[in-house]
């Protein structure tokens, strides 16, 4: 991969510690970048901050814009009065750091679709300007493990085929040190939905820890698809509730 976005299938569901996860395993010419980042203060740390914490400083990170409010990028940024961000300036930014770094990580804000200028450009729209650019570019989705996840995940695949956008895969954000039901079957059900294979499951509480013991648990946590050595049919086998 040249370029992979981060999205996930809400927020709050892990995509910065999954983007960190990727990041730590990525190499050391690694690049990852925020296009904007809400709900963070000037000179509070942001996402950026929290992946150079858990994968280290050998990770180049960057940030676009910075809205204060925890809205979606469009709407934080009228609020404030600061410019919009749009595809065209995040797929130079990509471009930019994709001439020195291999791979460039690039998380979103909330969904596939939060809007992040009047026009009503997504994230979706930043991946396809950067891939008229001439660059690889895939998706990696980031997805809760319990009840409702089918449905936001199905959605998420959907839109990125109607866009002709590659999911490489899904990853689960924050498994539960004790699984329900629901979360044991999703194990399954998740790339029936998604259309892709199921890449990893970071545990609960993944982040925190930061350095040599994060970058033990991304090896653990993610497959060989992602740098890592966690093996999706075993993890889904021993998870599998039996039949009532």
Sequence with gaps: MSVLFVTGTGTEVGKTVATAAVAALAGHRVAVLKPGQTGVAAGEPGDAAEVLRLAGPAVTTRELARYPEPLAP?????????????????????????????????????????????AGHTLADMARATAALGLDVEVLLVAAAG?????????????????????????????????DL?????????????????????????????????????RASLGPALGGEWDAAAFTARFSPPLP
């Design 182 to 218: 629901a979360a044991r079957c999703n194990l399954a059900d998740l790339p029936a939905v998604a259309g892709a294979p199921l890449l990893g499951a970071l545990p609960q509480g993944a982040a925190a820890e930061g350095g040599e013991a994060f970058h033990a648990l991304a």
């Design 147 to 179: 009840l409702g996840t089918l449905n936001t995940t199905a959605l998420t695949a959907e839109a990125l085929r109607a866009r002709g956008l590659t999911l490489r895969g899904v990853v689960v954000g924050s498994w539960p040190a004790e699984p």
């Design 74 to 118: 469009d709407t934080a940024a009228h609020r404030s009065g600061r410019p919009t961000l749009g595809p065209g300036r995040v797929a130079e930014a990509v471009a930019a750091l994709a001439a020195e770094h291999h791979p460039v990580l690039v998380e979103g804000a909330g969904g596939l679709l939060v809007r992040y200028d009047e």
